[in-house]
């Protein structure tokens, strides 16, 4: 497939100096940019940055260590041509860089790079990829998580193998509730354990063990004598993977103490500048489909911890304590855009920036951000719906200046499609419902376009006036865009994300037709040429859509789930499944479960439908679009069915994934496209 789209794109003409500019075509999603892993010097003074683009030959993303000085616009290389980096993160002093990498071999391991020297050094010999990377407050050793191997639950007696002997592989054994993950495969046996090593490189030392997971960001404290860690060491933790405490780890001893005790999780700790008090992100856990998360404080010296954060339309993503322990910087969404503000301890919350935080998706227009907090300065990721994340600062007069121009050299030779936002009330029961139109460069306002209708996935995420490459290059092949965020969708309250809770696919349905009505009424959509697709939550969506509605010309339903029975059998998140989305399991609500299912619908279908999975998708297994498409052939309803082969439910990891989805979606909706 990539040698096939390489052979197109060198057809392509070539842009001169003076030319007029063109339309974005799959060969600029290869020469894409964007910024990620952004930490701040502990002075204030440097931002180091994860830099990622796409390299054409291996099909894959690419990363590169960088540096910026947060007083000019100077930028500067730190590690390239080093395999993948990940978790680049500041020594106390601001002398060097932890970060991982793999180096371009098999197996990640744990560096740093001195910025005297500009020397990389390896510390470790791991057997298993180190994550979640913490300096001790003297820079003396490093905090990190890392999967520790266990031994199968059952293993046979088998005789001694030949030397050289080529037997079959080693069956797979499986004594999990979840047994595989989207994206990384099945699960081996072994639990995740907090590790640290000298920073001068040595043996790591595990400080937990147990069938117990950890998860996230190890926090020192002051002190460097314990370690806050977030993780879930209940006996029943397989059934209720999500309800994490917050646990201090002694250092030199391993030896254990709970901090906290909820239903709920209890995650991402960060420790005041005094150690007193540790911020933490959580919620009391009632089971319904979404809940957001809110800020914490607990007082070390009286274990008593008291909400701190009010109210806010989604829940709070990070938080980072300011310099003097008086203040916390956080980031949360707010109808379809990413925010970031400060919170006094009063839980006083005022918006430091409102606009242009993003950036971080570069497929579909996602809410994804992150921030960095180092003395006085506030870094972040800056986009906007015309370019991928930048390096941006917060000035101290509260103005907003980027700091890297990643994509001007390509995308500032574009005739770039614009999007413009629209508001509608539903019909429903006249809830608020934000959309976005793309519209084709050079849109022509006398002119009837083609429309497709794009489903977000979630269901509980949104969309937003962010740079998206997969609706750019619809856009740019002749068509309207349309995309919304229907009940359900996140960073407009609680209660709006909830107005699906046990009920998806649901009135969501009647708000995305609302919406698509809108836009045909304005004139410039051919009501005759309707198109609509979504992935994961939208591709549920767009197969209940075509269920119960025969306006759209083609359909293609991305990754979906189409039989809630099978699905919450198969896939990673069943349990999940079952107690959030669902009343109970499927076998004690077999009717809910039918009636929820796409398939229930599929006798209706007469919509030519694509479906298109990765084969190794187990969010959305495979099996799933496989029952629609079978069903559909049955029934002689024109459909297409297509595999990605070693994908996962991303499905588009690699840039000619993303490439060829948007083709097989455009051929597809060409197909039946009315022509005057």
């Given at each position: 497939m990539l040698r096939a789209l390489l052979v197109l794109f060198a057809a392509l003409p070539v842009v001169c100096a003076g030319a007029e500019p063109r339309r974005f075509t799959a060969k600029d999603v290869f020469d894409l940019e964007w910024i990620s892993d952004i930490d701040v010097s502990a002075d204030g003074r440097s931002i180091s940055y994860l830099r990622h683009g796409f390299d054409a030959t291996s099909d894959r993303a690419t990363s590169s260590l960088w540096l910026a000085s947060t007083g000019s616009s100077a930028t500067r290389p730190l590690v390239a041509d080093f395999?993948?980096?990940?978790?680049?993160?500041?020594?106390?002093?601001?002398?060097?860089?932890?970060?991982?990498?793999?180096?371009?071999?098999?197996?990640?391991?744990?560096?740093?790079?001195?910025?005297?020297?500009?020397?990389?050094?390896?510390?470790?010999?791991?057997?298993?990829?180190?994550?979640?990377?913490?300096w001790s407050p003297d820079g003396k050793q490093i905090a990190f998580l890392m999967s520790v191997p266990g031994k199968p639950a059952?293993?046979?007696?088998?005789?001694?193998?030949?030397e050289g002997a080529a037997w079959a592989p080693s069956a797979r054994v499986i004594d999990r509730l979840i047994y595989r993950r989207d994206g990384e495969g099945y699960v081996e046996p072994g639990f995740v354990q907090l590790f640290v090593v000298p920073s001068e490189g040595g043996t790591p030392r595990a400080l937990t063990d147990g069938p117990y997971e950890h998860e996230g960001r190890p926090a020192w404290l002051p002190d460097g004598k314990s370690i806050v860690i977030a993780g879930n060491r209940r006996d029943d933790w397989e059934y209720d993977a999500t309800n994490t405490e917050l646990y201090r780890v002694d250092v030199a001893s391993g030896a254990i103490t709970a901090l906290t005790d909820r239903d709920g999780p209890d995650e991402q700790p960060v420790?005041?500048?005094?150690?007193?008090?540790?911020?933490?992100?959580?919620?009391?856990?009632?089971?319904?489909?979404?809940?957001?998360?809110?800020?914490?404080?607990?007082?070390?010296?009286?274990?008593?911890?008291?909400?701190?954060?009010?109210?806010?339309?989604?829940?709070i993503a990070r938080a980072r304590w300011d310099a003097d322990g008086k203040s916390l910087v956080v980031q949360y969404d707010a109808e379809g855009t990413t925010r970031i503000a400060r919170i006094d301890l009063s839980g006083r919350l005022r918006d430091l920036v409102t606009k242009d935080v993003g950036g971080l998706d570069i497929g579909r227009p996602y809410s994804e951000a992150m921030f960095a907090l180092g003395g006085k300065t506030l870094a972040f990721t800056a986009g906007d719906a015309y370019r991928p994340a930048d390096v941006a600062v917060l000035e101290a007069n509260g103005a907003v200046r980027r700091v890297t121009s990643v994509n001007e050299d390509v995308l500032a030779h574009e005739d770039l499609a614009t999007v413009e936002s629209r508001a509608i009330a539903s019909p429903v029961d006249r809830a608020h419902i934000d959309a976005w139109l793309v519209k084709p460069p050079g849109f022509d306002a006398a002119k009837a376009y083609p429309l497709i209708l794009e489903i977000h996935g979630g269901p509980h995420a949104n969309y937003g006036p962010h740079f998206s490459a997969e609706m750019q290059l619809y856009a740019a092949a002749g068509y309207l865009v349309l995309y919304a965020n229907p009940r359900g969708s996140t960073s407009y309250g609680e209660a709006f994300a909830n107005l699906i809770d046990k009920s998806y696919p649901g009135n969501d349905y009647d708000d995305l037709m609302a919406v698509v009505d809108a836009i045909v009424a304005e004139g410039h959509a051919d009501p005759r040429n309707l198109f609509v697709t979504g992935g994961s939550g939208g591709g549920i969506l767009t197969a209940w859509i075509v269920g119960k509605t025969d306006r759209f010309r083609a359909a293609a339903a991305v990754k979906p789930v189409i039989n809630w029975y099978s699905e919450m059998?198969?896939?990673?998140?069943?349990?999940?499944?079952?107690t959030r989305?669902?009343?109970?399991?499927?076998?004690?609500?077999?009717?809910?479960y039918v009636r929820r299912s796409p398939l229930s619908l599929v006798g209706n279908v007469k919509t030519p439908t694509l479906l298109m999975t990765g084969e190794v998708d187990y969010r959305t297994p495979?099996?799933?679009?496989?029952q629609f498409y079978q069903a559909l052939k049955m029934?002689?309803?024109?459909?297409?069915?297509?595999?990605?082969?070693?994908?996962?439910?991303?499905?588009?990891?690699?840039?000619?994934?993303?490439?060829?989805?948007?083709?097989?979606?455009?051929?597809?909706?060409?197909?039946?496209?009315?022509?005057?």
């Amino acid at each position: 497939m990539l040698r096939a789209l390489l052979v197109l794109f060198a057809a392509l003409p070539v842009v001169c100096a003076g030319a007029e500019p063109r339309r974005f075509t799959a060969k600029d999603v290869f020469d894409l940019e964007w910024i990620s892993d952004i930490d701040v010097s502990a002075d204030g003074r440097s931002i180091s940055y994860l830099r990622h683009g796409f390299d054409a030959t291996s099909d894959r993303a690419t990363s590169s260590l960088w540096l910026a000085s947060t007083g000019s616009s100077a930028t500067r290389p730190l590690v390239a041509d080093f395999g993948s980096l990940a978790h680049p993160t500041w020594s106390p002093d601001g002398k060097s860089i932890a970060f991982v990498s793999d180096g371009g071999k098999a197996r990640p391991e744990l560096f740093t790079f001195s910025i005297e020297t500009g020397h990389t050094q390896r510390l470790t010999d791991l057997t298993h990829a180190p994550q979640s990377l913490a300096w001790s407050p003297d820079g003396k050793q490093i905090a990190f998580l890392m999967s520790v191997p266990g031994k199968p639950a059952l293993a046979p007696a088998l005789p001694e193998k030949p030397e050289g002997a080529a037997w079959a592989p080693s069956a797979r054994v499986i004594d999990r509730l979840i047994y595989r993950r989207d994206g990384e495969g099945y699960v081996e046996p072994g639990f995740v354990q907090l590790f640290v090593v000298p920073s001068e490189g040595g043996t790591p030392r595990a400080l937990t063990d147990g069938p117990y997971e950890h998860e996230g960001r190890p926090a020192w404290l002051p002190d460097g004598k314990s370690i806050v860690i977030a993780g879930n060491r209940r006996d029943d933790w397989e059934y209720d993977a999500t309800n994490t405490e917050l646990y201090r780890v002694d250092v030199a001893s391993g030896a254990i103490t709970a901090l906290t005790d909820r239903d709920g999780p209890d995650e991402q700790p960060v420790v005041a500048p005094d150690g007193r008090t540790i911020a933490y992100l959580g919620y009391d856990d009632d089971r319904r489909s979404h809940i957001n998360r809110a800020l914490y404080l607990l007082d070390l010296t009286t274990h008593a911890s008291r909400r701190l954060s009010p109210p806010l339309p989604d829940g709070i993503a990070r938080a980072r304590w300011d310099a003097d322990g008086k203040s916390l910087v956080v980031q949360y969404d707010a109808e379809g855009t990413t925010r970031i503000a400060r919170i006094d301890l009063s839980g006083r919350l005022r918006d430091l920036v409102t606009k242009d935080v993003g950036g971080l998706d570069i497929g579909r227009p996602y809410s994804e951000a992150m921030f960095a907090l180092g003395g006085k300065t506030l870094a972040f990721t800056a986009g906007d719906a015309y370019r991928p994340a930048d390096v941006a600062v917060l000035e101290a007069n509260g103005a907003v200046r980027r700091v890297t121009s990643v994509n001007e050299d390509v995308l500032a030779h574009e005739d770039l499609a614009t999007v413009e936002s629209r508001a509608i009330a539903s019909p429903v029961d006249r809830a608020h419902i934000d959309a976005w139109l793309v519209k084709p460069p050079g849109f022509d306002a006398a002119k009837a376009y083609p429309l497709i209708l794009e489903i977000h996935g979630g269901p509980h995420a949104n969309y937003g006036p962010h740079f998206s490459a997969e609706m750019q290059l619809y856009a740019a092949a002749g068509y309207l865009v349309l995309y919304a965020n229907p009940r359900g969708s996140t960073s407009y309250g609680e209660a709006f994300a909830n107005l699906i809770d046990k009920s998806y696919p649901g009135n969501d349905y009647d708000d995305l037709m609302a919406v698509v009505d809108a836009i045909v009424a304005e004139g410039h959509a051919d009501p005759r040429n309707l198109f609509v697709t979504g992935g994961s939550g939208g591709g549920i969506l767009t197969a209940w859509i075509v269920g119960k509605t025969d306006r759209f010309r083609a359909a293609a339903a991305v990754k979906p789930v189409i039989n809630w029975y099978s699905e919450m059998l198969t896939a990673d998140i069943g349990n999940e499944v079952a107690t959030r989305w669902f009343h109970g399991v499927p076998w004690e609500h077999t009717d809910e479960y039918v009636r929820r299912s796409p398939l229930s619908l599929v006798g209706n279908v007469k919509t030519p439908t694509l479906l298109m999975t990765g084969e190794v998708d187990y969010r959305t297994p495979i099996s799933e679009a496989e029952q629609f498409y079978q069903a559909l052939k049955m029934r002689k309803v024109d459909a297409l069915l297509v595999r990605f082969p070693e994908a996962s439910h991303e499905l588009v990891g690699r840039p000619s994934q993303l490439a060829a989805k948007v083709g097989f979606i455009l051929g597809w909706f060409d197909r039946y496209r009315v022509r005057d």
